[in-house]
């Protein structure tokens, strides 16, 4: 019997599929993945090294899915805006991947260049090395937890003083996703707002004072 004209797995294919079932809530391991696939769990194995390395076959279908608009100009601002907004759209679409994604350092080329391009913007506002690695920090943190949120249950929290201030708050929404939607947004304009305070409490760059 010939070879096939075709490859039966390929990384893309295997990637997609182990997506699939992560999405599903079904608990993930390579011999199901195999399963699902239709080969044995060795022949996984030539084509992804291990685990870790098909987490980050996974974070280039995501990123995939989910790009990055390219940089149309505008201001800092805007550049951090479209990139958090496509990271969360990212983790929501599939919230049972991001414990994954946490547990694997992030090698994977594609991805990289997003926080690459995060970075830059954050820089070319005025923040230094070290701001930089903080700020990066805290908007990959909002974004991650806004859509670990997708896992919660549709209803958090349950107050039997329907007279109080939290059950009017959550009364006053139908929709729980409405609601992050709209927490995201508010929370990001909070942290944007945040930054450019910062910024504004600071001298111009050719007024700050000099050494004597």
Same mark, same amino acid.
């Given at each position: 019997?010939?070879?096939?004209?075709?490859?039966?797995?390929?990384?893309?294919?295997?990637?997609?599929?182990?997506?699939?079932?992560?999405?599903?809530?079904?608990?993930?391991?390579?011999?199901?993945?195999?399963?699902?696939?239709?080969?044995?769990?060795?022949?996984?194995?030539?084509?992804?090294?291990?685990?870790?390395?098909?987490?980050?076959?996974?974070?280039?279908?995501?990123?995939?899915?989910?790009?990055?608009?390219?940089?149309?100009?505008?201001?800092?601002?805007?550049?951090?805006?479209?990139?958090?907004?496509?990271?969360?759209?990212?983790?929501?679409?599939?919230?049972?991947?991001?414990?994954?994604? #946490? !547990?694997?350092? +992030?090698? %994977?080329?594609?991805?990289?260049? /997003?926080?690459? @391009?995060?970075?830059?913007?954050? &820089?070319? $506002?005025?923040?230094?090395?070290?701001?930089?690695?903080?700020?990066?920090?805290?908007?990959?943190?909002?974004? #991650? !937890?806004?859509? +670990?949120? %997708?896992?919660?249950?549709?209803? /958090?929290?349950? @107050?039997?003083?329907?007279?109080? &201030?939290? $059950?009017?708050?959550?009364?006053?929404?139908?929709?729980?996703?409405?609601?992050?939607?709209?927490?995201?947004?508010? !929370?990001?304009?909070?942290?944007?707002?945040?930054?450019?305070?910062?910024?504004?409490?600071?001298?111009?760059?050719?007024?700050?004072?000099?050494?004597?």
């Amino acid at each position: 019997m010939g070879r096939p004209l075709t490859p039966l797995l390929s990384v893309d294919l295997i990637a997609e599929t182990a997506l699939e079932i992560i999405d599903s809530g079904e608990p993930f391991s390579m011999r199901r993945l195999a399963k699902r696939l239709g080969v044995s769990a060795p022949a996984l194995y030539n084509h992804v090294e291990g685990k870790d390395a098909l987490v980050e076959l996974i974070r280039g279908v995501m990123v995939a899915q989910h790009p990055v608009p390219r940089d149309a100009g505008g201001t800092w601002v805007d550049r951090v805006t479209v990139i958090a907004r496509a990271q969360r759209a990212a983790y929501s679409a599939h919230p049972n991947v991001v414990p994954l994604l #946490i !547990g694997v350092p +992030l090698a %994977q080329p594609e991805v990289l260049e /997003i926080y690459r @391009d995060l970075a830059r913007a954050l &820089a070319s $506002a005025g923040f230094d090395d070290a701001e930089v690695g903080v700020l990066l920090e805290v908007i990959d943190s909002f974004a #991650i !937890g806004n859509a +670990l949120e %997708q896992r919660a249950p549709q209803q /958090i929290w349950v @107050d039997p003083d329907d007279e109080g &201030a939290l $059950a009017r708050a959550m009364g006053s929404w139908s929709s729980p996703q409405a609601l992050l939607d709209e927490a995201f947004e508010t !929370g990001l304009e909070f942290i944007l707002g945040g930054m450019q305070a910062r910024l504004s409490k600071r001298p111009p760059v050719d007024e700050a004072p000099t050494s004597p």
